[in-house]
């Protein structure tokens, strides 16, 4: 089965194929020109949505499947934030280096060292049988430096729960066992059985 993915995250489309291998995994950038997706939803579900909807629009065959991810990291000291802006954090032309660095500056600022944070991935499954969505979490903390450089994002300052290392230190293995994108991705692939 090919599985279309609607997303323009690198990280995402190297981490979802390596989850995913049982399918034929391809981004949508590999079949059509990528164009810009505005996503303001009110929850990474809506986003999530929001993007397998416009791609499996733009696509335009209806018997393909697309899964779109809308994740974030939620950090406790700052009440949650950035959440679903965690791709903005920094400025609407903001890089991955930038929201790290931001994220880092907010916790210094709030002066501590750490705090217990989480991310979420929302998967949104698109298709001619129906619409769908599941959640992925991982806890642990965000620290107000940056550690190793593996991984994507805001993951050389996060630790997750149980280890001492960030995700930029940490086996890519570790992380595909441990992932709010993982344990979504689990969720996903029961419904994407069913609809065989
Ligand atoms: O496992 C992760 N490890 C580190 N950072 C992560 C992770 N998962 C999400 N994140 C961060 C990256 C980005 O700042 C935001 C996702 O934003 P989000 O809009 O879902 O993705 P995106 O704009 O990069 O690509 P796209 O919307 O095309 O899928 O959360
Ligand atoms: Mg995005």
Same mark, same amino acid.
Not at 20 to 43: H, M, P, Q, R, W
């Given at each position: 089965?090919?599985?279309?993915? %609607?997303?323009?995250?690198?990280?995402?489309?190297?981490?979802?194929?390596?989850?995913?291998?049982?399918?034929?995994?391809?981004?949508?950038?590999? @079949? =059509?020109?990528?164009?810009? =997706?505005?996503?303001?939803?009110?929850?990474?579900?809506?986003?999530? @949505?929001? #993007?397998?909807? %416009?791609?499996? #629009?733009? @696509?335009?065959?209806?018997?393909?499947?697309?899964?779109?991810?809308?994740? !974030?990291?939620?950090?406790?000291?700052?009440?949650?934030?950035?959440?679903?802006?965690?791709?903005?954090?920094? !400025?609407?032309?903001?890089?991955?280096?930038?929201?790290?660095?931001?994220?880092?500056?907010?916790?210094?600022?709030?002066?501590?060292?750490?705090?217990?944070?989480?991310?979420?991935?929302? =998967?949104?499954?698109?298709?001619?049988?129906?619409?769908?969505?599941?959640?992925?979490?991982?806890? !642990?903390?965000? =620290?107000?430096?940056?550690?190793?450089? !593996?991984?994507?994002?805001?993951?050389?300052?996060?630790?997750?729960?149980?280890?001492?290392?960030?995700?930029?230190?940490?086996?890519?293995?570790?992380?595909?066992? @441990?992932?709010?994108?993982?344990?979504?991705?689990?969720?996903?692939?029961?419904?994407?059985?069913?609809?065989?």
């Amino acid at each position: 089965m090919k599985l279309v993915l %609607a997303t323009s995250n690198k990280g995402k489309v190297r981490e979802i194929k390596a989850l995913c291998k049982e399918y034929e995994v391809v981004a949508y950038s590999e @079949l =059509i020109k990528e164009f810009e =997706i505005i996503e303001d939803g009110d929850t990474f579900k809506q986003n999530a @949505l929001i #993007k397998a909807r %416009a791609v499996y #629009k733009a @696509l335009g065959d209806e018997d393909v499947i697309v899964l779109a991810d809308d994740s !974030g990291i939620s950090v406790d000291v700052l009440d949650g934030q950035p959440g679903i802006y965690s791709a903005r954090h920094a !400025g609407v032309d903001a890089n991955d280096k930038d929201n790290l660095f931001k994220l880092i500056k907010d916790l210094k600022q709030k002066g501590v060292a750490s705090s217990p944070a989480h991310y979420t991935a929302a =998967i949104a499954i698109v298709t001619k049988k129906g619409e769908y969505s599941v959640h992925g979490w991982m806890y !642990g903390d965000a =620290i107000a430096q940056t550690r190793g450089d !593996g991984g994507f994002g805001y993951d050389p300052m996060f630790i997750p729960l149980g280890f001492d290392q960030t995700l930029g230190e940490l086996d890519e293995e570790l992380k595909k066992k @441990l992932s709010h994108r993982f344990k979504a991705l689990s969720l996903a692939k029961k419904i994407l059985k069913s609809l065989l």
